[in-house]
């Protein structure tokens, strides 16, 4: 079986995880009513996912 000779500098073993970082979910715009929202969720704002109401909206 093939065993490491050396020990993997910590250099070495950062550079091949600099992908490996989170990236945070972009914001969308509403389609409906034009608020930016989460993406795959429905609109806080209209209460609108995917064109048609799923949530009743808060009313202000």
């Known amino acids: 079986m093939a ?3 050396r020990k993997t500098s910590k ?5 091949r995880r600099t992908h490996y970082k989170v990236h945070g979910e972009r ?3 509403c389609p ?8 795959y969720r429905y609109c806080p704002a209209c209460g ?3 064109g ?3 949530v009743k ?3 202000e």
């Open 48 to 50: 609108y996912y995917d």
């Open 27 to 29: 914001p969308v715009v």
């Open 52 to 54: 048609r109401e799923v």
């Open 3 to 5: 065993v490491p000779k």
């Open 11 to 15: 250099t070495r073993r950062n550079k």
């Open 32 to 39: 409906n009513c034009g608020e930016v929202r989460l993406p």
């Open 57 to 59: 909206p808060k009313e």
